[in-house]
């Protein structure tokens, strides 16, 4: 069993925190969102793992691993031991098992186009019970990295699913209500209760397989109690008043939330700009749905399509303004994929649209709208400029964004209908039903460029404006897709960085996501923690397992 390399503390306690949302799925193949994500890597382990303090991969459930000198054959030697939460043993199985997952044409997923090179997949070969060798097809620069952050499933478990075809049903909301004892994990918590709406509460995993020195099993918590609190202000008012232990605080909230340290045991950590990107963008997709109607009106279309609008949009938001009135000043302008913080991969030398509402304005003309004696916009067959605007709800930056930008395009002669809804109806419209015509999200950036692939590339799931395409629709997208490649088949650091700033020119010029602005980031936890390590960039209790209350 692996041993902690922190101070040994003592078992027992509660932690309590809250989220905003709920997660959708339990199951890994079919999770697309963050907060799905942040439950899975509670539950699920890798075979590596990753250590953001150091910025290292590190060991996971294979205990150690070798490169061939091909640099593309990867051996792992699983630790001896290891077991489910339900004591069946974890082996080499396992691991060829969730790669058929992944690579079986019957559940998309967007792990099959992560884990694959120019859509070739990876070769997985079981050497004994505890070694996997897995080859890729071309040199594949994060493939470390991406082992970090691909749980396994549980054969034994799951198999069956597999056979018949209704794995992507397994593992869901109704699952974990009714019978959450069935899911079954590898990681240091698993479900004891589930209650949508109010609580989910994660208990820790006997058989978990790090230990603490004098044989202490980690986790040390008893219990993770995550509180479902959709409205914001009730999520940082029970943290202020010492009612959970860890809280993200946006920046409007800072000063008053500073006022409580001494009074709840409580350190509010300004960790410098976020790695998260705030975005819009226009539904370019050409399709239509099964009653043969267009996903986008064909006249919206031709403008969403067009870069000159595009451009024009962006010169007309008042990111400053953003930033002052929504973010009390705690923020930075954000002109493409990367953000400040992370430092190895921004590009500062990217196209920036500064708020200029009269060049806005000259470009529209030269993309043929015009406006009338009343400043209202139209196009060039008379159509009024006007779109709605999604985002959701819960999230009170995005709400106060997207009313900003509704007045910024006021000032073009464009109308702008905002609609706030449910972060579910949200996936599901930008996602399945594509109706819509602008949304306005974010993504939580941070790590390797490959970690975009579904996003940049023209095929991937995440390539929001238009996803899943047969083929690029735009010369630049054909660029890109491209340059990604080209990023992730060589282990030569520099090149890939050449790759990647080239990435970000082109998503500067043209435009498909329009970026607004990142926020600092603040992070409030309870004084009694001990053996928190704070890194620069991702979550503040990455090492939840090995944190401990006297």
Excluded at 197 to 218: F, H, M, Q
Aim: with cysteine; glycine share 6%.
């Amino acid at each position: 069993m692996e041993k902690s390399s922190l101070p040994a503390g003592k078992r027992g306690g509660l932690f309590i925190e809250s989220s905003a949302a709920e997660p959708s799925t339990f199951n890994w193949l079919v999770s697309e969102d963050a907060t799905s994500s942040s439950f899975l890597n509670l539950m699920f382990d890798s075979l590596l793992s990753y250590n953001p303090i150091d910025d290292k991969v590190i060991p996971g459930l294979a205990k150690s691993w070798e490169v061939e000198p091909d640099n593309k054959t990867f051996r792992f030697k699983l630790r001896k031991g290891l077991t489910w939460s339900d004591g069946v043993p974890l082996t080499a199985d396992d691991v060829l098992f969730s790669f058929s997952c992944i690579y079986d044409p019957r559940f998309p997923n967007r792990n099959a186009y992560d884990l694959s090179v120019d859509g070739k997949p990876f070769k997985v070969e079981k050497i004994d019970e505890l070694t996997v060798q897995i080859q890729t097809p071309e040199i594949f620069a994060p493939f470390l990295r991406y082992m970090s952050g691909m749980p396994l499933m549980p054969k034994h478990i799951l198999e069956p699913y597999y056979k018949d075809g209704s794995l992507q049903n397994q593992w869901n909301i109704s699952t974990a209500k009714k019978n959450p004892q069935s899911i079954v994990v590898s990681g240091p918590f698993l479900i004891l209760s589930y209650n949508p709406g109010e609580r989910i509460v994660l208990t820790a995993n006997p058989r978990y397989w790090k230990r603490a020195d004098g044989e202490i099993r980690l986790p040390y918590i008893d219990y993770l109690i995550v509180k479902f609190v959709k409205d914001a202000n009730a999520s940082l008012i029970a943290f202020a008043s010492g009612q959970t232990d860890i809280e993200g605080i946006s920046p409007d909230n800072v000063a008053w939330v500073q006022k409580g340290e001494k009074i709840y045991h409580y350190t509010v950590y300004d960790r410098g700009p976020s790695t998260a990107s705030s975005f819009l963008w226009f539904n370019q997709n050409p399709g239509k749905n099964k009653n043969n109607t267009p996903y986008v009106t064909p006249y919206k279309l031709k403008w969403f399509q067009n870069t000159l609008f595009r451009q024009a949009i962006s010169y007309g938001i008042d990111r400053e303004g953003i930033i002052s009135g929504v973010l009390f000043g705690r923020g930075t302008p954000l002109w493409g994929p990367e953000t400040p913080a992370n430092v190895k991969w921004y590009n500062p030398n990217v196209k920036k649209y500064p708020y200029n509402p009269r060049l806005a304005l000259e470009l529209l003309e030269r993309a043929g709208f015009h406006r009338d004696t009343s400043g209202r916009l139209f196009d060039q067959d008379k159509h009024p400029v006007s779109f709605t605007l999604l985002t959701n709800q819960e999230n009170p930056i995005r709400t106060a964004m997207a009313t900003v930008f509704k007045e910024n395009m006021k000032q073009l002669g464009i109308e702008v209908n905002l609609q706030f809804i449910d972060f579910g109806t949200l996936v599901t419209k930008i996602s399945d039903s594509y109706e819509y015509e602008a949304c306005l999200l974010g993504l939580t950036g941070g790590g390797d460029p490959a970690d975009g692939m579904s996003v940049f590339m023209s095929k991937g799931r995440l390539h929001q404006w238009y996803p899943n395409q047969p083929y690029p629709a735009t010369p630049w997208e054909a660029e890109i897709d491209r340059l990604m490649i080209e990023q992730l088949t060589t282990l030569d650091e520099e090149k890939r960085k050449r790759c990647w700033f080239k990435v970000q020119e082109i998503m500067s010029e043209e435009e498909p996501y329009i970026y607004l602005v990142t926020p600092n980031t603040y992070v409030g936890l309870k004084n009694r923690w001990r053996n928190v390590q704070i890194p620069r960039i991702g979550p503040l209790v990455w090492n939840i397992e090995e944190i401990w209350t006297p």
